[in-house]
């Protein structure tokens, strides 16, 4: 403990950091942290995977007095998201007598109102849902004291810069505001120019470097329907330990998680089609013990699981960002990590592009799908008919019995499937497809 003992953090904080195990700080830790203790406002880019969690929550936690209510407000684009911040911000704050609210779109609001109402210091949401409850007069912001604005370049990209500016207008201008992002792109860089206060910057690692440098990159070029046996290849003969499998469509992952359940592995299933309820059930066997995770782009960007060994692109991403994004999701806190992805002869250009783009690598596999070919009966219209009893029929029949679904919220460090925003209603997609708006 000796790094964070040297920041001047108090007795209760670093038993309460010691108890989960957090021990030595991260570089952005070590950057960020004593300039927040300062008061200053600050803006952090550092990759993602590094820690910037802890970056926030561990001084948020030192200024913060039990009878300060709505003292700190943490906004991030995502559902998931939200519930893994505010479940490591509970693993600290209950030994300090502190109480944290999550709010996000898809659960009950009654009860987050319920729990807003009792007095909470910290409060974890996503942007719609919290301009919902400052309407119904629910939420009020203005004692706020810390603005934290987590995966700023995400929350843009998903549309969410007048909503923030809405927000961020509510807030007392005396407010200390911190944020972090992977990138800065211009729409970052504005926001803080047009509300921060001579913000400290911090960078961490080299701007270059878009990805860590602890993750291996190998692809395939598939043929045909040669994909599934390839993915089969793959993973008898590199045995991955704990891997997200990433696909582009709802359809996929079912097919997907019933070849390697009846392969008898350990799997999961994560896409918008699934409650939210199933989402978090599935998240939580996956952190716990569960193999493989199948996902669409909804688990792409922001969670903190530790372990993961491969990221397998069994569909290539669309775009070389949404690459770095998928594959941020394994190396976390500076571990190994390989990355695998499979490109159709159409996608051969991609090859090209990713590398340019995520300044990284790719390593060409040969595999030997002989013994796997039968999978590439595994096909969609086959899978569609077994599974939902045939085209005509309008009422999906659960031939393959309950599935393994879920999540839990851990971790120092995202549900319809489009996300939902908060303009127009219902459930919209959003340009880059990285996940659930949280509404």
Known sequence: MDGFESMGLNSNLLSALKRINFNDPTDVQKEAIPVVLTGKDVVVRAKTGTGKTGAFLIPIM??????????????????????????????????????????????????????????????????????????????????????????????????????????????????????????????????????????VRISVGREEEVTVTTIKHYYAIARGREKLSMLLAYIKQYKPEKTIVFVNTQRMADLIFELLKKEGFDVALMHGGLSQAKREYSLSGFRKSTQFLI??????????????????????????????????????????????????????????????????????????????????????????????????????????GDQHHGGNRSGFGGGRGGGSRRHGGGHSGFRHGYGSAGR
């Open 62 to 199: 030192q200024m913060t007095k039990a009878e300060e209510f709505n003292s700190a407000l943490v906004i991030l684009p995502t559902r998931e998201l939200a519930l893994q911040v505010a479940h490591a911000a509970e693993s600290i704050a209950e030994s300090l007598g502190l109480r944290v609210a999550t709010v996000y779109g898809g659960a009950s609001m009654d009860v987050q109102i319920r729990s807003l109402r009792k007095g909470v210091n910290i409060i974890v949401g996503t942007p719609g849902r919290l301009i919902d409850l400052m309407r119904q007069g629910e939420l009020t912001l203005q004692k706020i004291k810390f603005l934290v604005l987590d995966e700023a370049d995400i929350m843009f990209d998903m549309g969410f810069i007048e909503d923030i500016q809405f927000l961020i207008s509510k807030l007392p201008t005396s407010r200390q505001t911190m944020l972090f992002s992977a990138t800065m792109p211009e729409s970052v860089s504005a926001l803080a120019r047009d509300y921060m206060r001579e913000p």
């Open 295 to 400: 996902a669409t782009n909804v688990a792409a960007r922001g969670l903190d699981i530790g372990g993961i060994s491969d990221i397998i692109n069994f569909d290539a991403p669309e775009e070389p960002a949404v690459y770095v994004h998928r594959v941020g999701r394994s190396a976390r806190m500076g571990a190994d990590g390989r990355a695998f992805t499979i490109f159709s002869h159409a996608e051969r250009y991609l090859v090209d592009e990713i590398p340019s783009y995520a300044k990284v690598k790719m390593e060409h596999l040969d595999l030997d799908t002989g013994a796997y070919r039968y999978a590439e009966e595994f096909t969609i219209p086959r899978f569609a008919r077994s599974r939902f009893g045939g085209a005509q029929s309008g009422h999906p029949k659960r031939r393959f």
